[in-house]
């Protein structure tokens, strides 16, 4: 009769649970969740029956005294204390540390009285071989391991940030428990991630998003182990980037002064991803999708129309030096206000017919002796773009564009793909030599109905025809979000947990590719993502959270 | 605010102030009044109305909205000197249909629903409150059905949560329409009932479940006496709601599929009985169940597939059409068969095209910008295209619903699912036919779902662009304010309060025929 057709008769999916949470085996309507599955899934795990109960007033975190340690650290033991134990006022926290714990919703479901007779998980100990990291890089070791036995649990890791991935899967191993409140079992967990860069687009142009949105979002990335914020900041459509050197730029380019992102902004935003081992990729794409730019400052080209100028701009216009000059002092900006190694450049979709029309660029081109051939004036645009950034000491990460057009970048770049057929794409850039990234499978932004995230689970990039040393070079994915029909009102449950099997995909071994058996345990993951407060949708089908999502 | 420099739009920009739905007949001045809240005096000259005394108090902080200050920089709203507004609504029935059986919703987030659906003048609440998936309805007869049937004890509508959500939909000029679906979609009814439901045999053993073809057991057991005596005392209690609505289904292999030697004893009534298809089997349910209606003061609504197996219907029945739901832009046959059930005689509502659930993504069409399809295609909806009966007939045709069935939503993303892609239906089935340039109204819908924000409706966008500084996530935000939002649990208070008749006048403006409370909204302006 309707939309349900399919769904009354949803596999009958056997609960892979090793918790006690009665089920009824039955009824086979709605999805029914995992219980204590982290995900993604780790490279090994193993798990027993036995239980244990976790109490707030009987367990803490202890780093190892052969431990190296840092502020990173204690701020993550914090945070997972808060958000394993008071998980209802977690989220608030993360946002304001100033808030207070919500002492009654977050109120242990049993005493230690009524636990005396269990076993109890009191401590795990951490243990960090190598000293922090300031920051997190494309390089960054992300590996760890956990062994819960007895009443202690290790959480052993080369970097600060596989402690962080651990700590987070420890996170998952906890569950409600009706008998122990929470519960954890006994399990052995050897994980790494299968790709370094596991990313996540947002777009803040078309529509703006609150950096309190921002934030919820890096959390969620944090919970499904993704470690790369690709910050699509301006567009065409609005310049929200407040800039040091060129305040101008948003002023007239943002949509208005409250849609802006102060310095102190990023600042807090960066600070808020680098304490989960997320780097942040700033993009400030050109020479297209710079219609935001040039409302004050003059450095897009004037189209004609008539041999008049007709008052409409095209890309940046490469003809003046005046471009150049500014584009040298804004790179220098971005290169001391974004720490991460590498700044996306943009480069796609430029359209030459103002280029065309305007004389001064007509001129500019049969002097550099052009002919006709608009994508070598495009060439020698970003040939500048790309040496202006690289004497800056960044490297930079370009849409494919850039290499289709032949622009010679440096080795350690970062190549985009986001055209189809992507098996073709990635041969052809990693042919060339390029570090790669896939993108093409995973625009979130077009949604449709049902399971759609399976498209995503089953997207893999290394499925291409390519030599070992090709696949090498694809260093991960994104999954993106573009903005026309998305702001704070839907972003996050557009998002989530959709990208999260984007997130499984790159972290997971390349044999775990079955949605079915994914299916229960990303339904625990949402209800996971629920009790933190972020209110990720619905994705497989009828079926319910214990802490359902009222506000 | 629209923002798009590269790829204008086709349409007419709207005026901060366009009233949607759009009305019958408006007239609107260019000068303009600003006005404080101190000089703005609501009243009525009814005494006895507690809807009106209540609707005053709430559109309160939506006319001065409680940061009103910092949102306009100035303590003062502005609306145009001279207003002339008569208005009426094109089609009687305009809903919204929500399914809390799929997923549970939490009574705060319908209830916030009602809220929405009241700025767009919509006015049934179709509850789809039981499917196979769970049974969180509370009933008091039969208080077994939901204690096992439900998805937990939490998940669930007590009688208190269901006179909460029609106390705070009448208050809103809204009718609350309960779903009680039945033959099929009842498999949630079966720990408190097993008797009800038919089991399903295959390899002359019962229940036997066969992927895609048939659960264990699914639907009620035509049979059975009980069935009818259920159905009899669960429409009485339910009689509190404004109508019902069984809903028929076409029985299941699980029944009749001989071959697989289903279900044998009713295999065998139906040779008995001289029944040889299932049709003959559902005319037998339908009938009785619609006889069960005739003895209580309630007017049964049908899904069309009992229209289109000829189950004679009792008088004043409505058809609810939804087939030919298809994603593509071919609705032919729905215009078809309105015309043919209102010439027949029977009340018609429209939902096949409808469906907000299947949700699409706008089309990026370089040659003028990114369209939001989802919107165009709900609004250049014509419910009466192709119409050739009579006057009498055409009135026949009631209105229509968009429904957004749950198995992809929840509290999560509800209101931004089905906003402001409603509100193209709402407008629709209010204004006149001839408004439907759909150009021109994604502007007007844009200013409109700004409105929503403001009101703390996290509605979604529908073309690039901002809305102020009261977006979510935003210092200003309304979508967390309590003047907008309700806790789970606390009931929508009643009141005493009597004042009379009601006239609103604010400057020079006159606002005649007030024919709806909703007809309020209009009034504060974003700027």
């Known amino acids: 009769m309707r939309s349900s057709a399919l769904l009354l008769v949803l596999l009958a999916v056997v609960s892979h649970s090793h918790g006690k949470r009665p089920r009824d085996p039955l009824n086979s309507f709605y999805v029914q969740a995992t219980v204590g599955q982290p995900w993604p899934q780790p490279q090994a795990i ?40 008071y998980p209802y006022s977690y989220l608030n926290y993360i946002l304001d540390p100033e808030s207070v714990i919500d002492e009654i919703k977050d109120k242990p479901k049993k005493t230690l009285f009524d636990l005396r007779d269990t076993p109890l998980l009191k401590r795990l100990n951490v243990y960090i071989q190598e000293p922090c990291e ?149 993009e400030f794409d050109s020479p297209g999708h710079t219609q935001s730019w040039g409302r004050v400052i003059d450095i897009l080209t004037h189209c004609y129309s008539g041999g008049k100028p007709n008052n409409e701009f095209g890309p940046m216009d490469p003809s003046r030096n005046s471009t150049f000059n500014f584009l040298k002092k804004m790179f220098s900006e971005v290169a001391t206000v974004f720490p991460d190694h590498y700044v996306h450049l943009g480069g796609d979709e430029v359209d030459f017919d103002c280029w065309r029309s305007n004389p001064d660029v007509q001129a500019f081109m049969k002097q550099m002796g052009f002919g006709n051939d608009y994508s070598l004036l495009e060439q020698y645009y970003m040939q500048k773009v790309v040496d202006i950034v690289g004497s800056t000491g960044k490297g930079y990460a370009v849409w494919q564009e850039i290499i289709d057009n032949n622009v010679t970048v440096k080795a350690d770049t970062v190549v985009e793909v986001w055209k189809d057929p992507y098996p073709d794409e990635l041969a052809r850039v990693t042919k060339l030599g390029y570090r790669t990234l896939l993108s093409t499978c995973w625009y979130l932004n077009y949604i449709s109905y049902g ?84 209110p990720a949708a619905p994705v497989n089908g009828p079926s319910y959270c214990d802490f359902e999502f009222n506000r | 605010m629209f923002i798009e420099a590269k790829y204008p739009l086709e349409g007419k920009p709207s005026p901060p102030n366009a009233v949607w739905p759009h009305p019958q ?19 009525s000259n009814i005494r006895s109305c507690d809807i009106i005394a209540k609707a005053i108090q709430r559109y309160e902080p939506i006319f001065f909205p409680p940061k009103l200050a910092m949102i306009y920089h100035r303590p003062v709203v502005v609306i145009n000197d001279s207003v002339t507004l008569v208005d009426s ?66 998940h669930v509508y007590t009688p208190a949560d269901v006179s909460d959500v029609i106390e705070h939909a009448r208050l809103r000029g809204i009718r609350v329409i309960p779903d009680i679906d039945t033959p099929g979609h009842t498999y949630s009814w079966r720990k408190a009932m097993p008797e009800l439901i038919t089991v399903c045999w295959a390899n002359g053993k019962p229940n036997q479940a066969i992927y895609g073809v048939q659960g264990e057991m699914e639907m009620f057991n035509p049979l059975k006496p ?125 939902s096949s095209p409808w469906y907000v659930n299947y949700i699409s993504y706008g089309k990026y069409n370089t040659n003028t910008s990114v369209m939001n399809l989802e919107f165009f295609k709900y609004y250049e909806v ?80 529908i073309l690039n662009g901002y809305c102020g500084n009261y977006e979510v996530g935003m210092a200003r935000s309304m979508v967390n304010d309590p003047a907008f939002n309700y806790e789970d649990g606390s009931p929508t208070e009643s009141t005493t309060i009597d004042p009379s008749a009601f006239a609103l006048r604010i400057g020079n403006s006159k606002i005649y025929y007030v024919l709806y409370i909703n007809s309020f909204i209009f009034f504060v302006l974003g700027l």
């Open chain 1, 46 to 85: 193993h798990t027993t029956p036995q239980q244990y109960g976790v109490h707030p007033a009987a367990f803490h975190f202890l780093v190892n005294q052969t431990s190296q340690t840092c502020d990173l650290l204690t701020s993550a033991l914090d945070r997972y204390y808060k958000l394993i134990f």
């Open chain 1, 134 to 282: 300031q920051y997190p890089t494309l390089e960054s070791d992300e590996s760890y391991t956990i062994v819960v036995t007895s009443d202690s649990a290790v959480l052993e890791a080369v970097s600060i940030w596989g402690a962080i991935r651990g700590l987070e899967t420890f996170s998952h191993l906890i569950y409600p428990d009706d008998n122990l409140g929470l519960a954890i079992n006994q399990t052995t967990i050897i994980d790494f991630p299968r790709f370094q860069h596991r990313g996540l687009l947002l777009d803040t142009s078309r529509h703006f998003i609150s950096i309190k949105t921002l934030k919820i979002n890096l959390e969620a990335m944090s919970n499904s182990k993704m470690n790369v914020f690709h910050f699509h900041i301006v567009d065409d459509q609005s310049f929200p980037y407040e800039s040091r050197s060129f305040p101008d730029l948003s002023g007239a380019g943002a949509y208005n002064q409250d849609h802006v992102y102060s310095q102190e902004d990023i600042a807090s935003l960066i600070e808020f991803a680098r304490q989960r081992g997320i780097r942040v990729v700033v």
């Open chain 2, 226 to 350: 009980r069935v009818y005596s259920t159905m009899d005392a669960l429409l009485r209690e339910n009689s509190i709601f404004s109508n019902f609505r069984p809903i028929a289904k076409v029985w299941t292999k699980c029944m009749i599929n001989v071959a697989r030697l289903s279900n044998p004893a009713i295999t065998q009534w139906m040779i008995d009985n001289n029944i040889n298809s299932s049709v003959g089997l559902h005319t037998f349910y339908a009938n009785r169940i619609l006889n069960i209606t005739r003895n209580i003061d309630v007017t049964p609504i049908v899904w069309q597939d009992v229209w289109d197996e000829k189950v004679e219907l009792p008088p004043g029945t409505i058809i609810q059409v939804w087939k030919d739901s298809s994603d593509n832009s071919a609705f032919g046959s729905w215009a078809a068969y309105l015309n043919q059930a209102a010439n027949e005689g029977y009340n018609v509502i429209l």
């Open chain 2, 89 to 154: 609504p094109r089609f009687q029935h305009r809903g919204v249909m929500l399914d809390t059986a799929r997923h549970f919703l939490p009574v705060s987030i319908i209830k916030k629903n009602l809220d929405v659906m009241s700025y767009n003048k919509l006015n049934v609440f179709h509850w789809h409150i039981v499917d196979d998936q769970s049974f969180p309805f509370q009933s008091t007869t039969f208080p077994n059905l939901s204690r096992t049937g439900a998805f937990t004890p939490d």
């Open chain 2, 382 to 461: 014509e419910p009466l295209r192709g119409f050739t009966g009579s006057d009498e007939a055409k009135k026949r045709i009631l209105g229509g619903e968009a429904c957004l069935w749950a198995e992809f939503v929840d509290g999560t993303n509800l209101l931004a699912r089905l906003w402001p892609k409603a509100s193209a239906v709402a407008e629709r089935l209010w204004s006149a036919a001839s408004v439907n340039n759909s150009e021109d109204a994604q502007f007007r819908l844009d200013v409109h779902r700004c409105r929503l924000l403001r009101r703390g409706i996290p509605a979604q966008p």
């Open chain 2, 25 to 43: 007949q408006i007239t609107i001045s260019n000068d303009v009044l600003y006005i404080r809240p101190h000089d703005l005096k609501i009243d």
């Open chain 1, 451 to 534: 399971k759609d995230w399976v498209n995503y689970y089953k997207c893999d990039p290394h499925n291409f025809a390519g030599t070992d040393a090709q696949k090498k070079l694809v260093v991960g994915g994104e999954a993106c979000m573009w903005g026309e029909f998305i702001d704070a009102t839907n972003v996050i449950t557009t998002t989530w947990p959709r990208a999260a099997t984007v997130a499984e995909r790159l972290w997971s071994a390349a044999n775990v590719t079955d949605p079915n058996a994914a299916t229960p345990r990303l339904e625990e993951h949402r209800c996971r993502y629920l009790r933190r407060g972020i």
